[in-house]
């Protein structure tokens, strides 16, 4: 059984070990995977559908039509598809299911908090033990899902959208092209891998929708969602992480058609498809799945709106207004006890919704709104009746859950990405430095900080990770695993 790591070790790049995928190589890249403690010693479709800021989507009416769907095809063989296979048959088996378990984007729940317990409350000078790089996963922003033993991300490779699995030791199982790679505006894939059973779901930032095998990225299907209800492509590409409802893998392409659709998760053919949201074009959100007093309802953002459609029906119960500049909404949004939350970048703020079933009818009203938290897409957490997250361009904000009451607003580590495991927020900033908060409403304390190697390119804005006693930070075309347990704590 592979032993649970995964972090990255770095101080120069001398000094970290790096891994290139084994079975996709583009030339004149090697790769390696070199744990930190050697690394210091050695110091001296259709059926098979196969196929930025300043740039403008092209509208509804300029791209191809398809009035009718055309049915879905799945590879007949393995022989048949894109994947590339592993060395050996022993590479192709699924490991263990008990191994760390993060299946999809902000987790099994959805709520982007971990189950994780044993941590560290404070981390050395430095930051926690640094057990491994892994270079060559491609440019982008996508974080990691685990599952089965392995780690799963995406990146651009050589023109192309390209998943990655790494078992946990950061060495590459396999890579598989999932389309072309986005290239224009903040090049790179966006949205993260879902695994559900024995298959992998993800959707590529140009709109199709990959279903793999996820011991061995063998092409199972691939629907070109955008193209088959003629919506457009919006400014800066999809960033929905694909979600699975019961038999179902939802999508948002918006656009005059449809607003969400609905394909059966084993052919990809297509189950439901809402009304259109009034035109809207998608957004760049992950939707949220509920139930609530006998309804089963989707919650997701569109370019200028939230959402609620019924979950078994697609039936498009409400469109709430939530405008913003460039129409970038993110945020996930948080539904609790009746209510939805959603947060939006450039001044946009945040809003709470009250959701109203009477029978067969779902409405919604506001409850409040806050300007200060204006969450661009580094996501917010519920925990004890409190909002965390952070403000665009600026610090991190508290809001009160059932006033929108601001808390606080302090510095931390910079604008970025969180997630919460063991009583703590692990505070990531869009310049690589990673802080350790405790989330509570008196204030806004890093009780320990670290920067990231200075190895990856761009932003570092891929969400962090934390399982299997294992911190995983993604930067560019690096992977990073650190060792975040507390060696004082009894054994779980």
């Known amino acids: ?42 110091k001296p479709g259709d059926r098979q559908v196969a196929a930025p800021p300043d740039e403008v989507a092209a509208p509804p009416d300029e791209v191809a039509s398809l009035d009718v769907p ?18 050996s048959p022993a590479d192709n088996a699924v490991p263990d299911p008990t191994a760390p378990y993060w299946p999809a984007f902000q987790g099994p729940r959805g709520d982007n908090k971990s189950s994780e317990t044993g941590l560290l409350k404070q981390w050395p000078d430095g930051g926690p033990p640094l057990l491994w790089t892994a270079q060559g996963i491609g440019e982008g922003y996508s974080s990691v899902s685990l599952a089965h033993g392995l780690i799963y991300t995406a990146g651009n490779l050589d023109g192309n959208t390209v998943v990655t699995a790494f078992d946990l030791d950061g060495q590459v199982r396999w890579q598989v092209p999932a389309g072309d790679a986005w290239t224009r505006g903040y090049p790179g894939t966006r949205s993260t891998p879902t695994i559900d059973g024995d298959r992998l779901y993800y959707q590529n930032p140009l709109g199709e929708v990959y279903c793999l095998r996820a011991a061995t990225g063998e ?19 999809l960033a929905e992480s694909s979600l699975i409802d019961g038999n179902r893998v939802i999508s948002t392409p918006g656009g005059r058609q449809t607003a969400v659709v609905a394909l059966d998760k084993m052919t990809g053919d297509i189950v439901w498809q ?12 992950t939707p949220t ?10 919650f997701t953002m569109t370019a200028k709106a939230v959402i609620c459609v019924d979950a078994d029906t697609g039936q498009l119960y409400w469109r709430f207004p939530h405008e913003t500049s460039h129409d970038v909404n993110v945020l996930k949004p948080i539904f609790h006890e009746g209510h939805v939350f959603v947060s939006t970048g450039y001044g946009s703020g945040s809003r709470m919704l009250r959701v109203l079933v009477d029978g067969d009818q779902v409405g ?37 859950w059932e006033t ?30 990673m802080g350790l908060v405790p989330p509570t409403p008196d204030g806004h304390e890093v ?37 975040v347990r507390d060696p004082a704590a009894p054994a779980p």
């Open 1 to 42: 059984m592979d032993k649970p790591t995964l972090a990255f070790a770095i101080v120069v790049l001398m000094l970290s070990g790096c891994s290139r995928a084994e079975n996709y190589e583009p030339a004149g890249r090697p790769h390696e995977t070199i744990p930190r403690a050697e690394a210091d010693a050695a």
């Open 70 to 87: 055309a049915p879905v095809e799945e590879a007949e063989s393995a022989a048949e598809s894109d994947a590339l296979p592993a060395d």
């Open 219 to 237: 092409r199972i299907w691939n629907v070109p969602v955008l193209e088959r209800f003629d919506a457009p492509i919006i400014t800066w590409a």
């Open 274 to 285: 809402s009304e259109s949201a009034e035109g809207d074009a998608a957004g760049y959100a």
């Open 289 to 298: 799945v509920a139930e609530y007093r006998g309804k089963r309802l989707l």
């Open 364 to 400: 919604v009203e506001e409850v409040w709104f806050n300007s200060d938290l204006d969450n661009h897409h580094g996501g917010v957490v519920l925990i004890d009746g409190y909002l965390y997250g952070s403000r665009h361009r600026r610090d991190w904000a508290c809001l009160e």
């Open 404 to 433: 929108g009451r601001t808390v606080y607003m302090e510095p931390g580590v910079g604008k970025g990405s969180l997630t919460y495991a063991d009583g703590m927020l692990y505070t990531l900033s869009e310049r690589g430095e």
């Open 447 to 483: 009780v320990s900080r670290f920067q990231l190697p200075p190895q990856g390119k761009g932003m570092s804005w891929a969400y962090p990770v934390v399982v299997g006693g294992r911190l995983y930070i993604r930067h560019g075309d690096y992977l990073y695993c650190y060792d």
